[in-house]
């Protein structure tokens, strides 16, 4: 069966800390995909980044950065710099390979950025 | 590109009675998802759409629950005889598949259901 924990359920820093998110999955697939989506208080879902299962390259895009290890099926995320517009509920999740790219989602971590 | 949009954003209603929720995908989307999410978890997965046809239905999708994309454009879910565990956010997303996997979902802002 496929599963995401994040067993962080809620961080809390201080501006322009940096704070790593964890994001641990399991998979019997071979091919698989991860995420990481934000979601402000408005309510509504925002993509942050799509990772494929043979692309364990880390990723950086601004202050945000990616971290994948198969070899721990790990998937963490960190946020470098705070800001207080950070704070959110962000979501690790995964999707099949075999069609259907149905998502299953973390519980999520519940990120509070103090100014 | 407009995104996905869903209506109501809110719906109170009594228990017993049927609601029905809308999303509208981005226009050229072909897959269109629904996910239930209920406070302070992650959504779960419903059922999917490609095109008009619906392909998989989640075990949580009882059989008061129903859903459909006639033209292949907007989805509705409708829920019959509501009970207080429906009480949710329901999350529309949509993706653009052409052949490969992992593609993108973008979601909707959501339609939040209390039952009382």
């Known amino acids: 069966a496929q599963k995401v924990t994040q067993a962080q359920t809620e961080i809390s820093v201080v501006e322009k800390e940096d704070v790593t998110l964890d994001c641990v999955y399991e998979?019997?697939?071979?091919?698989?995909?991860l995420f990481w989506y934000k979601q402000p208080p408005s309510g509504e879902l925002v993509f942050l980044i799509r990772?494929?299962?043979?692309?364990?390259q880390n990723e950086i895009s601004g202050r945000y950065s990616w971290n994948f290890q198969k070899s721990t099926s790990s998937f963490n995320f960190t946020i470098t710099a705070s800001q207080v517009v950070d704070s959110a509920v962000y979501f690790c999740?995964?999707?099949?390979?075999?069609?259907?790219?149905?998502?299953?989602f973390g519980t999520g971590t519940r990120l509070q950025v103090f100014p | 590109d407009t995104g996905v949009s869903q209506d109501p954003r809110h719906k109170i209603t009594k228990r017993g009675q049927n609601v029905t929720f809308r999303c509208d995908p981005i226009?050229?989307?072909?897959?269109l998802y629904w996910y239930r999410q209920t406070l302070g978890q992650g959504p779960e997965f419903l059922t999917y759409?490609?095109?008009?046809?619906?392909?998989?239905k989640s075990r949580l999708l009882s059989d008061r629950f129903s859903a459909e994309r006639p033209k292949g454009s907007f989805s509705t879910l409708e829920i019959q005889r509501t009970e207080q565990g429906d009480s949710a956010m329901y999350l529309c997303?949509?993706?653009?598949?052409?052949?490969?996997?992992?593609?993108?979902?973008?979601f909707g802002p959501g339609t939040r259901l209390t039952v009382l």
């Open positions: 997303a949509s993706s653009l598949v052409q052949g490969a996997t992992g593609n993108e979902q973008f």
């Open positions: 998979t019997r697939d071979t091919t698989y995909y």
């Open positions: 226009s050229e989307h072909n897959r």
């Open positions: 990772r494929n299962s043979f692309d364990e």
């Open positions: 999740a995964l999707s099949d390979a075999y069609n259907t790219d149905k998502l299953i």
């Open positions: 759409f490609q095109n008009e046809a619906q392909l998989e």
